[in-house]
């Protein structure tokens, strides 16, 4: 059966998750127009949609799997689980009002709040014990208090450099850490979604890893296999000079310039680094 995905159309999250898409093997459209595409050789069909609705077709079972932010399920209220982490598309909420006015969640307390997120924020308050008023406004919502509309909003902060051209600073605990997300309809698994997950896991292994290959005498491998053990243990081949071998190891790529310099330092010779596009593991 015909694995139905569904993709982010526009916005922060389209392009990354197209990338990833197409990493792990998959066709994907070359013109934003098309609504739908089937990748016969994958057996897959996949539909770009509003990210803010993807989540309403996996939980309501029209759509089998989706890619779209944590912010955006729990704001929609349906019937879908998160099932991986992505890794793109990160973002943090936070309330935010006149610098210097507000402090603490307890300042909330009777406010008029705006948000594009109201499923998020009204859950925060609830969990909290902070009775306020929410009201949604679609776009920016900085110009709000200005306007009147509101005491204090609730929105995506990056640099902050648009709150404070608003006149407005941060305050209180984060409401919540986004990203992208892999979704599924809540409690169901696809037949074919675990090669699916396989994949796009894969790729996210990939980018956060590189192949290390570097030769090194024998009476100095104990100390650079604990420098480097490896994601599932070094690969050690005999190398034609008498007394060397040959390693090949997978290590996190944060840190590993730093790695080659502690394996030159012990007697490690011709290190290299290459890239990895994809992996099973």
């Not at 069909?45 to 609705?53: A, K």
């Not at 079972?61 to 912010?71: A, E, K, Y």
Request: with cysteine; charged share 25%.
């Amino acid at each position: 059966m015909t694995l139905r995905i569904a993709v982010p159309n526009k916005g922060a999250l389209s392009q990354a998750a197209t990338d990833i898409l197409r990493e792990s093997g998959y066709r994907q459209r070359s013109d934003s127009k098309e609504l739908a595409l089937v990748d016969t050789e994958n057996d897959v069909e996949f539909f770009y949609l509003r990210p803010r609705d993807i989540a309403l077709y996996v939980g309501e079972g029209t759509l089998d799997v989706g890619i779209t932010g944590r912010d955006l399920l729990l704001d929609s209220g349906a019937k879908a689980d998160e099932v991986m982490n992505l890794g793109f598309g990160r973002s943090r909420f936070h309330f935010a009002g006149p610098a210097g006015r507000y402090s603490s969640l307890e300042d909330l307390r009777g406010l008029r709040i705006a948000t594009s997120y109201v499923g998020v924020v009204e859950d925060y308050l609830f969990r909290h014990g902070i009775d306020a008023t929410v009201t949604r406004l679609d776009g920016a919502v900085e110009t709000s208090i200005q306007l009147g509309v509101a005491d204090v909003i609730a929105d995506v902060v990056e640099t902050g450099s648009t709150l404070r051209a608003a006149g407005l600073a941060t305050f209180g605990e984060v409401i919540l850490d986004s990203q992208a997300v892999l979704i599924t309809r809540g409690g169901e698994v696809p037949d074919d979604f675990e090669i699916f997950r396989r994949r796009l896991e894969g790729v996210l292994v990939a980018r956060s890893y590189v192949m290390m290959d570097y030769d090194i005498e024998e009476a100095h491998l104990d100390a650079a296999t604990t420098l480097a053990p490896g994601r599932e243990g070094p690969t050690i081949s005999p190398l034609g000079k008498a007394g060397w071998v040959a390693v090949r190891v997978m290590v996190p790529r944060a840190g590993s310039q730093r790695l080659m310099d502690d394996l030159y330092s012990i007697g490690a010779r011709a290190i290299l680094l290459t890239d990895i596009h994809a992996c099973r593991l």
